[in-house]
């Protein structure tokens, strides 16, 4: 046990990262900040495995197999975590009654929508050519008629959509994902 402590552990747990950004290379896209969580969590995924390894199996074969499946877990749950922000996130563009949104009763003269559509499409900045590009020809329609005034009912109609797409293209117009850009 003590050769494969001094084995993972020598220059700075080099060998130990090197087993963890292999398995984090799956996934991609994650900063310095994550990595470094994912070394931790790879210490006492190690201390535990020490503990559990019975010499049955080659020790790299099943610290690896250990981390691979603690790390899976971990994204997970940080991305169940980040669903559930979504969740309970509430649009504007939410009815209170069929006559009005919470959008409706905020009090504010920036009209995001009359921003995108005021000018002409080829003299909008990058930021707003590539929102624009993000949204589908049905939520850009939805987007262009709200702009012109129509009701949520009367954009239904004249789109012959469901509320449900209704309610998904604006969330998808007013995402934080979507509207992020233009900050």
């Known amino acids: 046990m003590e050769q494969i402590l001094i084995t993972y552990y020598e220059n700075n747990a080099g060998k130990l990262h090197k087993m963890v950004d292999r398995i984090l290379l799956q996934f991609g896209g994650l900063s310095d900040k994550d990595s470094d969580d994912f070394y931790s969590l790879a210490n006492e995924v190690f201390v535990d495995v020490i503990k559990k390894y019975d010499n049955s199996k080659p020790f790299d074969g099943f610290l690896y197999s250990c981390l691979s499946n603690k790390i899976k877990t971990e994204i997970t749950r940080r991305n169940r975590e980040k669903r559930k922000a979504d969740i309970m996130s509430v649009s504007i563009n939410t009815s209170i009654d069929d006559s009005f949104t919470i959008g409706d009763i905020l009090i504010d003269s920036f009209d995001m929508d009359k921003e995108i559509f005021e000018k002409k499409e080829e003299s909008y ?24 005034g129509y009701s949520h009912d009367e954009i239904k109609q004249e789109l012959h959509i469901s509320e449900r797409q209704y309610s998904d293209c604006n969330s998808a117009i007013h995402s934080y994902r979507n509207v992020s850009i233009l900050f």
């Open 125 to 148: 900045s990058k930021r707003m050519q590539l929102y624009l590009s993000r949204l589908s020809e049905l939520q850009r329609e939805v987007l262009r008629l709200t702009v012109a």
